[in-house]
């Protein structure tokens, strides 16, 4: 069974740092792309960051230059490094994994609150 569990959520200022992670277990962790997505109450869930397995990434124009997406194989985890926070990054956070072929559609995780406020 795919679990996915994110962790490192949490209330932060603004311009301030965050570091999300998302730890993975039931799949070869190294052969899937990852990616994180967020959702603010009232709007639809959207893609913020994509890591391949290869390492290729991409990233949501609102996010560029201020977020960075990583795997660590070894652990079967990915990071989000979020920084100079805006409060409209304010959002639930999932990790999700890629589907492999058409028959897969992906995995979600539960998702962590992120809170960027004075």
């Known amino acids: 069974q795919v679990q996915l569990v994110e962790s490192g959520g949490g209330l932060v200022q603004p311009g301030g740092s965050l570091k999300l992670s998302c730890a993975a277990s039931?799949?070869?962790?190294?052969?899937?792309?990852m990616g994180w997505y967020r959702q603010a109450p009232g709007k639809q869930r959207e893609l913020v960051a994509s890591i391949g397995s290869t390492n290729t990434t991409e990233y949501a124009e609102s996010v560029k230059g201020r977020f960075t997406i990583s795997r660590d194989n070894a652990k079967n985890t990915v990071y989000l490094q979020m920084n100079s926070l805006k409060p409209e990054d304010t959002a639930v956070y999932y990790c999700?994994?890629?589907?492999?072929?058409?028959?897969?559609?992906?995995?979600w995780g539960q998702g962590t609150q992120v809170t960027v406020s004075s």
């Open positions: 999700h994994r890629d589907g492999l072929y058409g028959g897969d559609f992906g995995s």
């Open positions: 039931g799949i070869i962790f190294k052969i899937y792309a």
